[in-house]
Nanobody
Framework: QVQLVESGGGFVQPGGSLRLSCAAS????????MGWYRQAPGEQRELVAS???????NYADSVKGRFTISRDNAKNTVYLQMNSLKPEDTAVYYC???????????????WGKGTLVTVSS
């Protein structure tokens, strides 16, 4: 019913930048909260940043001042601009969205398949 597709991951040197995108498609009535999570090998999945439909944002302490989350509601797309990347940022990044498929439905969480970000010299 709803698909989230991430793009923009890749290999980058420390101090570099990447911009991740996540486009939602399918049966979408509205999208409230959207966010980015990440999971490093052997680690738990953690929230990186989230953004509401009114552009209120929340960031993990480890990325504050370096990452910026934004969204384009007309395109059902959320972005994560990542600057000053560190090796500790290496992880698979997952897109998440709370989506209503109709006015009669409550929001449900959907996940993308993830995109790998590798920060290394």
């Amino acid at each position: 019913q709803v698909q989230l597709v991430e793009s923009g991951g890749g290999f980058v040197q420390p101090g570099g930048s990447l911009r991740l995108s996540c486009a939602a498609s399918g049966r979408i009535f509205s999208i409230s909260l959207m966010g980015w999570y990440r999971q490093a090998p052997g680690e738990q999945r953690e929230l990186v940043a989230s953004i509401t439909s009114s552009d209120s944002t929340n960031y993990a302490d480890s990325v504050k001042g370096r990452f910026t989350i934004s969204r384009d509601n007309a395109k059902n797309t959320v972005y994560l601009q990542m600057n000053s990347l560190k090796p500790e940022d290496t992880a698979v990044y997952y897109c998440n969205a709370a989506v209503r498929i109709s006015i009669r439905s409550a929001s449900s969480n959907y996940w993308g398949k993830g995109t790998l970000v590798t920060v290394s010299s």
